[in-house]
């Protein structure tokens, strides 16, 4: 069950991983931790600022 699992997680997900510093990401980390208190998964939380970031790019 495991392999199966796997296999559809790499055929249908892309994943990254991102190290932010506390001293120069700060604000970034506050906000993405006040997110998670109020329920918010990183998947929705990383939408939620790039539709942010495409609204405000212009």
């Given at each position: 069950m495991?392999?199966?699992?796997?296999?559809?997680a790499k055929k249908t997900y892309k994943q990254y991983a991102i190290?932010?510093?506390k001293d120069n990401d700060h604000e970034l980390i506050a906000f993405v931790e006040e997110?998670?208190?109020?329920g918010k998964n990183i998947s929705e939380i990383f939408?939620?600022?790039v539709e942010?970031?495409?609204n405000n790019k212009e």
């Open positions: 495991y392999e199966a699992q796997r296999k559809y190290h932010l510093r997110q998670k208190r109020k939408r939620q600022m942010c970031y495409q």
